[in-house]
């Protein structure tokens, strides 16, 4: 059974950082794209940040460039997310991903109604 479990999440106040973590398990590729999704409450679903696990290219979404960076662990079935100069507009709840096959994560990032899994979410809180 194939599993994204996310990991990570809290609370901050504004201008701290918050590490997630989102571990897959139950399937054996090693090549494909992961990445995060965010949910605020009355807001769509925006993805924030995708990386191939291959090739680890690495896309943002324009509002969290220079502030989060995407990562992967050496068996390529972990990826992080390091969220630095967080403020409240960033609080949501929090989404990992999975889509293979996959060429780029903006496949990923764009058309996320045809990724293959989704972790449970990890609620992110930032006050001011």
């Known amino acids: 059974r194939v599993q994204l479990a996310e990991s990570g999440g809290g609370s901050v106040q504004t201008g701290g950082s918050l590490r997630l973590s989102c571990a897959a398990s139950g399937y054996s590729y090693r090549t494909n794209c992961m990445g995060w999704f965010r949910q605020a409450p009355g807001k769509e679903r925006e993805g924030v940040a995708g990386?191939?696990?291959?090739?680890?290219?690495?896309r943002y979404a324009d509002s969290v460039k220079g502030r989060f960076t995407i990562s992967q662990d050496n068996s390529k079935t972990t990826v992080y997310l390091q969220m630095n100069s967080l403020t409240p507009e960033d609080t949501a709840v929090y989404y990992c991903a999975a889509r293979l096959p996959c060429l780029d994560p903006n496949q990923l990032l764009s058309a996320p109604e045809e990724n293959s899994f989704w972790g449970q979410g990890t609620q992110v809180t930032v006050s001011s």
């Open positions: 990386i191939h696990t291959g090739t680890t290219v690495a």
